[in-house]
Each structure stands twice: as C-alpha cells, then as structure tokens.
C-alpha cells in the first residue's frame, strides 16, 4: 500500500493529513487530488508519498485512514523544490501549509465543494402517516426543490438564512424527501480558444466547386472559398464572417462538405497587448555601471552551486543611478546561460516604466503575473511561464511563486518596500526574505537594488553576508545630474508669523516661480497614520508619552490618548500644555484639502490628483501618468504612491507638505520609514535638464532623519538608525512575532489576549526560555477595524517563536512573524 501526506484546502487546517492511494491511481509529489474530509470532498496537494502512513501527519491508526477519492490533474502542478519552499514558509511563518502551497498554484485552481439537494422520486410531499405535518417553510422549501430538481444549499441559504436553511434541509433529509450531493463549484477559467478555419481540399476542386457556387448563386459560399485560398495561415472564423458578412451557417455548409475545417486553437490573453515597443538595445555602460557590474558579472559566470548562502548583490544606488540597466544586463547574461529571471517590482501599477523597459529589451519573452490581470489572463501567463517561453517574469511580490524553470537570478527592485511584505492574510512572509530561500534552493543569483536601502539588508551588507555594490551618481539622458537641492522648513516659525495655510511662505514663493517658469511641481503627502495623534495649532506641541517619547496615540472608542509602548493614557486634553491654546488639532490632511488650497492660492494652476481614491480603473495609472509627462497639468497632488518609481523629467520642484505624519506614528520603523520617503520624494525633482528643487515643511527640522534625507545621506541616517536599533534591542537585533486578537466585544478581546499572555509567560517559564520579552497586550494602533476590536501581544526575542511552538491559538488571532509595523 502506499500512503501520501496532503496539504487540504480547509481553511485553519495546520497540519496535513495521511491518504492511502488506491491501487487504481498513480499519485506523485506535487499532484492535485480529491480527498475525502469529514463528511464532504476536498482538494488537497500531495506533498510525500512513501511506503508508510506519514509520521507528520496526524496520529490516527491504520484503518481509520482514508484513501484519495480522486485525482485532480495526472502531473504534478509544483516542484518538489516549491513544495520544500512552501513547508519553509508555512515553518517560519507559522501558517497553514496550504495558505503557502496556494501562492504557487495555478490562477483560478482553487474550488469548493457545493451542497445540493435533489427531489426523492416516489415520495409524496404530502405528510404520510408517520411523518408529522411539514411547516410552512418547509413545503416551501421542498416544492422549490421538486421544481428545480436540484437546489444549492446556497439558494436554501439566501431564501432562509442559515440557520433555518439547515434546519429546513436537515428535517427534509431525516424524512427522506430529499437527498444530498456534492458537487464542484464551477471551474474559474480555461484556457481560451476561437474556431479557426482553413481549407483542406485541393486547389482544384477549391476552383471547380467556387465556379459550381457561383452558379448555382451560393456567393458567399464561393467568396469564403475565394478568401480563404488567398490566406496562407488559419483564419479565425470570426474575422472571416466579419470580412465577408457572412453567417456560421455559410461556414458550417462548406465544412460539412468537406472544403474547409474548423478547428478551436488555444488563444492567448496577453496582459502587455495595449503596449505599443520599441524593441531597444542596451547603451555602453558608464564607467561607474562597469565598475559595479564587474563583481555581479564575475558570480553570474562562474558555475552556480546549491549552497548555504546564495550570492546577494545589493546594489544601492540612488533613482537614476542606472541600477535598472544593471540588471537588465544581469538577465542578459543569465538567458545567455539558458536560464530564467524574477523581477520583483513593489507595485505593477505604479511601474509601468519598468515593465516596459523590460518588455522593449526582450520582446515577448516577457510575463507579467498581477492580480490587476483578469484571470484568464493570469492563467495564460501562468501557463506560458510553465512551458519556459518567458525569460523574465515581472510582477509584485507574488510573482516569486511563478512556476519559472531553471530560475538563474532574482532580482528585487526597491527591495527597502514594504509592500514585499503580505501583511493581510497567512502566510504573512516577506517576499526578501523569501527570495533568499528560494535562491538557496535553486542556485539563482539574488540582486537587491535600492537607493534607501532597508536597514536590516545595510546591515547584512556591513557584516559581509551581502555583497554591497554602489552606483553613486544619477545619469539621466543628458549626461550626469546632481542630486537637487533641499531646504528645511520649520513650520513652527510659519505659525509664529501668522501663517496657518498648509504652505509655508518658501513652497508657495517656490511654486510660483515654478509655474511661471512653466516647470512642474509634485506636492506629497504622507497619508499614513492620519488624525491619530493631536497637535497645537498654534505652538505646535506633540503630545508624546512622558516616559517614552514616542508620540501618543489618539484612540476614538475610549476618547484616551496611548502610550503603544507602555500603556500610558490620558483622557483627551483640552488646552495645550505648553502655550494654553484650544485650537488643538487632529493630524491628518487628504490630498482633496491640498488640492482646495492650491486652487484657492493659485487658481491658474492646472491640478492633478493621485491616490488610490482616484486611480481604481485599469490603467488608470499609466493614463494619470502621461498625462501629467505630457505637460497636460502643472501640479501633481498625491500619497507616497507618487514617491514610486516615476520618471518625471518636466519636474523641477517637490512639495513635501508635512514629513512628520509618519515620523510621529510610535512604531520603532518611523524613522526608517520617513527618510525612505522623503528621499524617494527628494529624488524625483530635477531628473531632466534643469536641477530640481525640494522642500521639506516640518515640525521637527532637527530631526535626525529629516536632517539626513535633507542631504541624500543615507550611510548618516543609517548609522544612526542601526545605533539606535542596537540601543533598544530592535531589529536587527532581534525578531518581533506579531498577535493580533479580533473581536466584536471590547472586553472579551482584552481578556482572551490577557489570557493568551499568561499561557505565553507559562510556556516561556516551562521551557526555560531567556532573551524574550512580551509586550501588551495593548490596543492595535487602529483599535477598531470593520467593527471588531483589536488587542495585540508583541514577542521580542532571539528567537520568539520557540515559545509557541506548543500553543494552539484559537480562531480570532493572526499571527505575523517579523512585521515590518508593530502598531
Ligand atoms: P535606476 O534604475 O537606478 O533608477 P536607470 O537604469 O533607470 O536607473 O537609469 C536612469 C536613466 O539613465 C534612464 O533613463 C536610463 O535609460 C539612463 N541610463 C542608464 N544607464 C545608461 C547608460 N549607460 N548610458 C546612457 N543612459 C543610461
Ligand atoms: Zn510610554
Ligand atoms: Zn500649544
């Protein structure tokens, strides 16, 4: 007999489960199956086969186990390589082994089981002696049934609710009125395929039965004969009926006398149609791109080997810097070698550039994988990308997971982002850190490219383990340009002189030289962290925690300002403390308030808005975006979605309205994240011809990473940072584990996390664990989302996650292993 271990898709389901395979079926490693689960059918992916029950799986004795019902697909659909990734991600990330498996399935693939019911023949819906009167509802309920012939428990759903649509349907079974099945939900997308049509007769019977029709007057007949003679390729039915106004009957009537065939072929759904390239050629490098690219080109030739620790490249380097032709350069050599590439971009939206330039250097051997993709389209791509026709794929974090062969190099563009962290569902892993993984497993080159980069890769690259590459200016297409010019403004002085406008007398003085010298402007606004925490309108005082520093946080449902790292609160105060003032203000400005003052200010200016209110529709993006390079606005408004990736060679100023949005949010990544977007911000202004210009509105000018942004100086910033980091035990230092309870009830959410804490502490104290420390439980920084509470534990340690490694957590709790926020 052999036994598999499979992963099921059922959600919460942590372990996996042992399946006999009945002697009919052939199952290997990384192939779908249907098993049987509880009382229904589930899918599951097998993920080992051996001649004994699995020793992982659950316990349960040998006659208890169940066989395979069936098998989905007759090859495997992962690697045995994406199934070991897979259980290191489920491992580290402490989530279901299938919530890792489902990243790396097919688009669509996932299905449930629906429930229907069925009218029993031969029983009479009146009530028989032995069964008791049917209520209302239920005669209802069986006269749909018996119409239908066959109704979801779904339907029953919607017309009872659940609860009585369960009840209705499980008296209707216990009389045996009914009966139950499963069946599949519908598959959610196929491959896409179009009749084509050709002739398969000689030229001269084409010929003799053209003359034939058109004497007996069946013209169209004759002319599709006529067109298609002409064609030297299948042609799609559909262009044929169109081109000659003719019907699929006049086709049908020459097909079934054998002239022509029709065949369905396969039509791809191609995500980069609406993209018009110019296939380009790579420029000679400059001479501190060949520097860089001497030590990257020297890993890639020599043999790759399966190692401990993959070679990582991290290129830092700032916008403009040439960063995107290095890799370029990087794929040209790995295809060379006959392998494959991994471009991981932060968000597909926001890069068309990239893709382009990818798309245009290696004309369709692209593949774009995004869930802004219709799914067909991603399931074609997923396809493609399958049967080896895509020398690159480009796509967000999710694009690590596609199904490329023979993967010689990972590249991860901006790697400092944090959208390469899933934060919404399990498994909660950081795409970096993943890549890391996979690289080790596949032998592929990693190249990490950033002009901030994150703290922790810095770090790796100081120790060594990372091989640090610098580019040190910016090239732009006239040669080198220097980084623009920064000025501080500190907004206490603005207020002090009677200004409350949201700019400051230097950016309104600089936008409207700006606009007369009909230049352009990006005005942003850090959106993060809005109306939590409260400032004197008039002095400009922070309320922070006495014993912390970090500022406090505004939480609404108990009206109290909190300390997130040590429980400190206070009632909301009246008056500031420090100049007696009332106007106190909750902090946080939308880009429609910006957009108002603009015009109130400078009604001439033509404004365009950036964020994700505005920008939902398909393209959109890339629309705003030309619009504004085209010169058809002057002023671009937005969130630090404009801080991405975008070449904007027309701009010559930058606005930053307010730096210390983010600064102020108490989370220990503040810092880091900041400087991260004012430097992005910074960068942007002045990438053509004319030096560009920035300037930083703040209250806190002194601030360290004000101060550094101010002045490009990344190595300044991060030797403060790691200084401080290692000052306070953060990370790097140490690992953070992240739990999060939800809960409709305020006070049950705090005491099961209370009561979560004692189990933690117990466990710590049973298993001798030193060097972890818990925090909270305290309020999530958004206390309430969609209606339920949130209280949250913190784990600081060298390696927290030991301690859980006994504790089950109940439904209601996320866990998140190194999050890259903590509030
Ligand atoms: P980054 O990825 O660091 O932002 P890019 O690779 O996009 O930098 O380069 C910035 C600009 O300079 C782009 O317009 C690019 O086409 C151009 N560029 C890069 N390398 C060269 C080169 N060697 N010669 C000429 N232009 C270059
Ligand atoms: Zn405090
Ligand atoms: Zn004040």
Same mark, same amino acid.
């Given at each position: 007999m052999r036994y598999t271990e499979v992963a099921v898709n059922f959600p919460g389901s942590r372990s996996t489960f042992c399946y006999a395979v009945p002697p009919q079926l052939n199952v290997n490693v990384g192939q779908a199956v249907w098993v049987p689960f509880g009382s229904r059918v589930i899918q599951g992916i097998v993920v080992g086969v051996s001649d004994q029950p699995s020793m992982t799986a659950d316990s349960y004795q040998l006659s208890a186990i169940k066989e395979i019902a069936e098998t989905i697909t007759d090859y495997p659909l992962l690697s045995p390589r994406q199934i070991e990734l897979a259980r290191w991600i489920s491992q580290y990330y402490l989530s279901p082994l299938f919530t890792a498996i489902a990243l790396m399935l097919p688009p669509g693939f996932e299905r449930k089981p629906i429930t229907y019911f069925q009218y029993r023949e031969g029983t009479s819906p009146s009530p028989t002696k032995d069964l008791p009167p049917l209520t209302p509802e239920q005669t209802q309920a069986l006269r749909l049934i018996r119409e239908k012939k066959k109704v979801s428990? !779904?339907?029953?759903? /919607?017309? =009872?609710?659940?609860?009585?649509?369960?009840?209705?349907?499980? +008296?209707?079974?216990?009389?045996?009125?009914?009966?139950?099945?499963?069946?599949?939900?519908?598959?959610?997308?196929?491959? !896409?395929?179009?009749?084509?049509?050709?002739?398969?007769?000689?030229?001269?019977?084409?010929?003799?039965?053209?003359?034939?029709?058109?004497?007996?007057?069946?013209?169209?007949?004759?002319?599709?004969?006529?067109?298609?003679?002409?064609?030297?390729?299948? &042609?799609?039915?559909?262009?044929?009926?169109?081109?000659?106004?003719?019907s699929l009957e006049t086709i049908r009537a020459l097909e079934r006398r054998r002239l022509?065939?029709?065949?369905?072929?396969?039509?791809r759904r191609d995500p980069l149609s609406h993209l018009r390239l110019k296939p380009s050629l790579p420029p000679p490098f400059t001479s501190s791109q060949q520097?860089?690219? !001497?030590?990257?080109?020297?890993?890639?030739?020599?043999?790759?080997?399966?190692?401990?620790? $993959?070679?990582? =490249?991290?290129?830092?380097?700032?916008?403009?810097?040439?960063?995107?032709?290095?890799?370029?350069?990087a794929l040209t050599q790995v295809i060379a070698k006959g392998k494959r590439g991994i471009c991981l971009v932060p968000e597909i939206a926001l890069t068309p550039q990239t893709v382009e330039r990818f798309a245009s250097r290696f004309p369709r051997h692209v593949g774009i994988l995004h869930s802004g993709l219709s799914l067909g389209e991603q399931f074609d791509e997923w396809q493609r990308i399958k049967e080896g026709k895509c020398d690159v794929v480009i796509g967000p974090r999710s694009a690590l997971f596609a199904p490329q062969p023979d993967l010689g190099l990972i590249i991860i563009d901006e790697e400092h982002e944090w959208t390469y962290k899933q934060e919404d569902k399990s498994p909660r892993y950081h795409a970096r850190d993943v890549a890391l993984k996979l690289a080790q497993l596949t032998g592929a080159v990693v190249i990490l490219g950033s002009a901030t980069p994150d703290i922790d890769s810095f770090h790796k690259a100081q120790l060594g383990?990372?091989?640090?590459?610098?580019?040190?200016?910016?090239? &732009? $297409?006239?040669?080198?340009? $220097?980084?623009?010019?920064?000025?501080?403004?500190?907004?206490?002085?603005?207020?002090?002189?009677?200004?409350?406008?949201?700019?400051?007398?230097?950016?309104?003085?600089?936008? !409207?030289?700006?606009?007369?010298?009909?230049?352009?402007?990006?005005?942003?606004?850090?959106?993060?962290?809005? @109306?939590?925490?409260?400032?004197?309108?008039?002095?400009?005082?922070?309320?922070?925690? $006495? *014993?912390?520093?970090?500022?406090?946080?505004?939480?609404?449902?108990e009206k109290k300002l909190t300390c997130h790292r040590c429980h400190y609160a206070i009632p909301v105060p009246q008056a500031c403390p420090q100049? =007696?003032? #009332?106007?106190?203000?909750?902090?946080?400005?939308?880009?429609?308030?910006?957009?108002?003052?603009?015009?109130?200010?400078?009604?001439?200016? /033509?404004?365009?808005?950036?964020? *994700?209110?505005?920008?939902?529709?398909? #393209?959109?993006?890339?629309?705003?975006?030309?619009?504004?390079?085209?010169? *058809?606005?002057?002023?671009?408004?937005?969130?630090?979605?404009?801080?991405?990736?975008?070449?904007?060679? +027309?701009?010559?100023?930058?606005?930053?309205?307010? @730096?210390?949005?983010?600064?102020?949010?108490?989370?220990?990544?503040?810092?880091? /994240?900041?400087?991260?977007?004012?430097?992005?911000?910074?960068?942007?202004?002045?990438?053509?011809?004319?030096?560009?210009?920035?300037?930083?509105?703040?209250?806190?000018?002194?601030?360290?990473?004000?101060?550094?942004?101010?002045?490009?100086?990344?190595?300044?910033?991060?030797?403060?940072?790691?200084?401080?980091?290692r000052q306070y035990n953060y990370p790097p230092f140490s690992h953070f584990i992240r739990l999060v309870y939800y809960h409709a009830n305020n006070d049950l959410c705090r005491r099961e996390a209370e009561r979560v804490r004692d189990t933690i502490l117990n466990e710590q104290e049973r298993k001798g664990i030193t060097n972890l420390s818990l925090i909270g439980p305290v309020p999530a920084f958004a206390a309430r989302v969609r209606g339920r509470y949130r209280w949250q534990l913190i784990l600081r340690g060298s390696a927290p996650a030991r301690v859980l490694s006994g504790i089950t957590l109940p439904q209601g709790w996320t866990l998140d292993v190194d999050p890259v926020g903590v509030i």
């Open positions: 428990f !779904k339907e029953l759903e /919607r017309k =009872f609710g659940l609860k009585k649509a369960k009840q209705i349907s499980d +008296q209707l079974l216990h009389y045996h009125l009914v009966m139950k099945s499963q069946e599949l939900e519908k598959a959610k997308v196929k491959p !896409k395929s179009l009749p084509y049509v050709r002739l398969i007769a000689s030229k001269d019977e084409i010929e003799d039965e053209t003359a034939r029709l058109n004497k007996v007057r069946a013209y169209k007949q004759a002319a599709v004969l006529e067109f298609l003679s002409q064609q030297t390729q299948p &042609t799609a039915a559909n262009e044929v009926r169109k081109g000659l106004n003719c022509l065939s029709v065949e369905l072929v396969n039509i520097a860089a690219w !001497k030590s990257i080109h020297h890993v890639i030739a020599s043999e790759a080997k399966q190692s401990q620790s $993959p070679p990582v =490249f991290l290129l830092f380097g700032v916008t403009g810097s040439g960063k995107t032709e290095i890799y370029l350069r383990k990372y091989h640090l590459v610098e580019l040190k200016e910016r090239i &732009t $297409p006239h040669g080198y340009s $220097p980084l623009p010019k920064v000025d501080i403004v500190d907004m206490k002085e603005e207020l002090k002189a009677g200004n409350t406008s949201l700019f400051s007398r230097s950016l309104l003085a600089a936008m !409207k030289e700006t606009l007369a010298r009909a230049e352009q402007i990006i005005l942003f606004l850090n959106r993060r962290g809005t @109306a939590t925490f409260i400032q004197c309108h008039n002095c400009g005082f922070i309320f922070r925690c $006495p *014993r912390c520093s970090v500022a406090l946080t505004y939480h609404s449902a100049c =007696f003032s #009332h106007r106190l203000k909750f902090l946080g400005i939308g880009t429609q308030r910006v957009a108002d003052e603009v015009k109130q200010l400078l009604s001439r200016a /033509r404004l365009l808005r950036w964020d *994700r209110d505005v920008t939902t529709k398909r #393209h959109a993006h890339e629309e705003l975006l030309s619009s504004f390079r085209d010169h *058809r606005a002057d002023i671009l408004i937005g969130t630090q979605m404009i801080a991405k990736g975008l070449d904007l060679p +027309q701009v010559t100023l930058a606005g930053i309205i307010s @730096a210390d949005t983010g600064l102020n949010l108490p989370d220990f990544r503040a810092g880091e /994240r900041t400087f991260q977007l004012l430097c992005q911000v910074a960068g942007r202004a002045g990438r053509g011809l004319k030096a560009g210009k920035v300037i930083i509105q703040t209250y806190s000018p002194e601030n360290y990473a004000i101060q550094a942004a101010a002045k490009h100086d990344y190595v300044h910033f991060y030797n403060q940072e790691i200084a401080y980091r």
